[in-house]
């Protein structure tokens, strides 16, 4: 945690950290964000060393400038502003945000797999469960943090649907499920409980998004596919075959659960429109 050297006070008190929790959780912000907000905020108090009520517009400036100094990336300065803003504005009914600009981001092409490629990749895994969880996320279109909190409920055989609860933003929201994907989910799911995570640890419970994560990178590894890729290529993939494929992009918007168009229309950058096949209207 980033502090100033100058004396050894902590900030804020225990009190105002539960009732900051409290607020989070009514405003259901999911436990990632608890997490990173409650980090952010007790950093920057500390830093200023200072008690909240005392701390002004510069000192959160000059942490936020402490970030940048050490190298953090733009998304993580307004992860810190979010979480700064959050704690002065709504909790202690201060506001003087105004005059602090928020970090400007680069938006990043993100690697795409080719449907070869993602063949190639779910064919090397020989996990049952690792294969239905990869393959699930990518016909899906799932984060991650999607993927683990799938429970049988959730599924929609009949129909090829999967339920999406309490996603990015507190929303839920329908996607679709491959025929191939789901037939296999029916079989894998028939013994469980409806409450049941449909992805469960050798332990028992729902497993960890790490442990996805390490599972997805053996499995690229092993596949020979020479790219720099994450899980989230996987959902990346999937927005982006849907586009080639014609899908309207408004459909792929509510698949993903963006709230912002905009941030589905990366997609539009990395698509294969086949240009060579429009026709000039004058032809």
Known sequence: MIQNNSSTSQFPSQDSILRLK?????????????????????????????SPRSICGDDLRAYLEKLSDDGRSASTLNTAYSALQFYFEKILRRRFFMDIPRAKTLKKIPE?????????????????????????????????????????????????????????????????????????LEKYTKNKNPDDYVFESDRGGKLTERSVQKIFTG?????????????????????????????????????????????????????????????????
């Open 112 to 184: 795409i797999f080719t449907k070869e490629e993602v063949k190639k990749i779910l064919e090397t895994i020989r996990n049952i469960k690792h294969k239905l969880m990869l393959g699930l996320m990518y016909s899906s279109g799932l984060r991650v943090s999607e993927v683990v909190n799938v429970r049988v409920r959730d599924l929609n055989f009949s129909d090829n649907l999967l339920y999406v609860r309490n996603a990015k933003g507190a929303k839920d929201r329908a996607t679709i499920t491959s025929e191939k994907v789901s037939a296999v």
């Open 22 to 50: 409290q607020e989070m959780k009514l405003r259901r912000f999911s436990p990632k964000t608890v997490k990173s907000y409650l980090y952010y905020i007790t950093s920057a108090l500390n830093f200023a060393n200072k």
């Open 219 to 283: 499995a690229l590894k092993n596949s020979g596919v020479k790219k720099c890729a994450s899980c989230h290529s996987l959902r990346y993939s999937f927005a982006t075959h849907l586009l080639e494929g014609g899908t309207d992009i408004r459909y792929i918007q509510e698949l993903l659960g963006h709230a912002k168009l905009e941030t589905t229309q990366i997609y539009t950058k990395v698509a294969k429109n086949n240009l060579q096949s429009i026709k000039s209207p004058l032809d």
